[in-house]
């Protein structure tokens, strides 16, 4: 297995040096090892686990529990306008 | 040689819980733009989302609904893709193992009879936020107050054969999501939204390859979109081409689809386990309790329409339709208990005709159940005629005011006294004594004619029965 380390990079939106990305593919691969060495234990007839913990989840009701502190969350914002926040335009 | 057209539709319906999937904020409709987020919807580092139980109910008494299993232990995971409308970078949903799964829908199919849509499954997940590009030159806007309301998304088997089953089938499940109220459905508010999956195939080929059509939030424009996309593959094909999967987004107003396949990467999900959410489980107690709760569903309903109110099979389908039609007869029969056949007459003959014309829905009807109900009373008790009543309705659409207020003010009240109606009629057998001979003689039809002379004179106010018979008695006399 090989790691494509700039299709990684660009699915996460993380801009990598060449340098980087260099480094980058080796470390990914080794980890990939790893697991490939654990793929090799046979799993026959063994449910799959859905979490470490085995606890199940625990349930919130149905309480609106949360006030508008718009102003507070957006203070951390680049830019926003009339309360709405300002991205890069995302469509052609 | 003729084609199939094979369709399975995805639908995402928004839970009308009061507060989102992992977090206590509201979910109400229209607030102030972002003023309903907090840490966790807005995927700041180190939230941890906790799941509403009501969303859980809400997906089970679903699934019960459309017969599905349920299964008592279910796992979320993380689907990741890069938007500005969805913070974290990734929507919490259920890929591996979804809390409901093999349903099915039975639907009405032209020239009589049912069909069955299976259901593959019903998984829950988190709404994005809502994106705004119109009028902007080199930015969008984001408002995050839909980030993280619970949806259900519903994916059928493809087991549609034409763009009017697949309306047919959301329209059913439509009914059926508004019957539980589970969710308000709106397909303005976008509150049910339609992804459709087609393609075509020469009867008895395999399944060829599909599109997916996004953005269809209309019934109308599902059609429209279907149609449009399975001419568009036929010619593809027929041209020696070949069809190619991706996603394509339907623009109603030019009325075609175009692709929406810039990158191949987009589609890249790279689902993994939620590692913030331990497994889901239900116990079948707490199943079965839902399964105990569980409401009227639309033919059940339309069951106990025929049978307690005595009503048509079509009426009882007519006033069946929507819940809110429902609850506007439930109503009006409370108001006016003396006839349910008569209410309900009333309500689907004369109330839906004056709305469609006003442009109302029930809902928002001009005139309340309580008030038509008492319109009804006084039919019943004489002080109106039938026919002056469907008047006074067009007088209380108009106004507002009460069937009491409008006959008052109009002087509309039923003449029910003989001396009076005695007097109307002389005056009409003075005014026509060639006919009074006539009918001596034998013409007994033209009774209705001096019935109808009476009620003219009376400018519809004298009472028929009456009228009826004292003019026996007085003709004859």
Redesign the interface.
């Known amino acids: 297995m090989d790691i494509d380390v700039r ?1 990684i990079a ?4 993380i801009r990598l040096t060449n340098h980087e990305a260099q480094e980058l593919g080796p470390q990914l691969n080794s980890i990939l090892g790893y697991i490939e060495q654990l793929q090799e234990v046979n799993t026959d007839g063994v449910a ?1 686990m ?2 470490p ?14 006030s ?3 102003d507070a ?2 203070a951390i914002a680049p830019q926003t ?12 | 040689m003729s084609w199939e057209v094979v369709i399975g539709l995805e639908v995402h319906t928004q839970i009308n ?3 989102k999937a992992f ?4 979910t109400e409709f229209g607030a ?8 966790v919807c ?1 995927g700041m580092p180190g939230q941890l989302p ?7 109910q809400k997906t089970i008494l679903t699934g019960l609904a459309i017969d599905a299993t349920i299964n008592l ?1 279910s ?1 979320f995971d993380r689907k ?1 893709y ?3 409308d969805l913070p974290k ?1 990734y929507q919490i949903s259920q890929f ?2 979804p809390l409901v799964e093999h349903g099915h829908l039975d639907i009405p199919v032209e020239g009589g009879g049912e069909k069955r849509i299976g259901i593959t499954r019903i998984h829950m997940e988190e709404d994005a936020g809502k ?3 119109e009028g ?9 107050n839909r980030s993280g309301v619970p949806l259900m998304e519903i994916v059928s088997e493809p087991d549609m054969r034409s763009a009017d089953e697949a309306v047919a089938y959301l329209k059913q499940l439509h009914q059926l999501i508004r019957f539980l109220d589970v969710s308000g459905a709106d397909m303005e508010k976008g509150q049910f939204r339609c992804d459709a999956n087609v393609s075509v195939r020469r009867f008895g080929a395999p399944l060829g390859t599909r599109a997916e059509l996004k953005n269809l939030n209309s019934f109308r424009f599902i059609k429209q979109a279907i149609d449009y996309e399975v001419v568009r593959q036929i010619e593809i094909i027929e041209d020696g081409g070949q069809v190619v999967q991706e996603t394509r987004l339907y623009d109603s107003v030019k009325g075609e689809s175009r692709s929406m396949r ?1 990158k191949e ?1 987009a589609h ?1 999900y ?1 689902y993994f ?1 939620e ?1 913030d ?5 239900v116990t079948a107690e707490e199943v079965a309790a839902i399964k105990a709760g569980m409401p009227e569903l639309p033919s059940q309903l339309r069951q106990r329409f025929e049978r307690e109110y005595g009503l048509s099979s079509y009426d009882a389908d007519v006033l069946s339709q929507t819940l809110e039609l429902a609850r506007y007869l439930e109503d009006l029969i409370a108001a006016h208990p003396a006839n349910p056949k008569i209410a309900a007459n009333w309500l689907a003959n004369e109330l839906l005709g004056r709305l469609k014309e006003s442009g109302h829905e029930i809902v928002n009807s001009p005139v309340s159940a309580s008030a038509l109900g008492l319109l009804l009373d006084r039919i019943a008790d004489n002080t109106i005629s039938g026919k002056i009543a469907k008047d006074v309705l067009d007088e209380m659409m108009r106004c507002g005011q009460s069937a009491d207020t409008i006959i008052e003010a109009k002087g509309l009240k039923q003449v029910s006294d003989t001396g009076a109606i005695d007097a109307m009629i002389q005056t009409v057998l003075d005014a026509n004594p060639d006919s009074v001979a006539e009918f001596k003689s034998g013409k007994d039809r033209l009774f209705g004619f001096f019935v109808g002379q009476v009620m003219k004179a009376s400018r519809g106010q004298a009472n028929p029965a009456l009228v009826n018979e004292r003019l026996k008695l007085l003709l004859n006399s």
Do not use: W
């Not at chain 1, 660009?10 to 939106?13: A, C, G, I, K, Y």
């Not at chain 1, 913990?53 to 949360?66: E, K, Y």
């Not at chain 2, 030159?137 to 995050?144: A, G, M």
């Open positions: 299709k660009q699915l996460s939106r799959a859905a979490h913990h085995d606890s199940a989840m625990p349930l919130r009701s149905d309480i609106v529990t949360n508008n502190r718009r969350l957006q306008e009339s309360g709405l926040y300002v991205v890069p335009k995302v469509i052609e | 819980s009061k507060t977090c206590g904020c509201s102030e733009p972002n003023s309903q987020t907090c840490p807005l906790v799941l509403n139980n009501e969303a859980v232990e796992k990741n890069f938007y500005p970078g591996t193992v994106s705004m590009h902007l030159d080199s930015v969008s806007h984001i408002d995050l810039s990467e890249d790279r386990p590692p959410l331990p497994a889901l489980r």
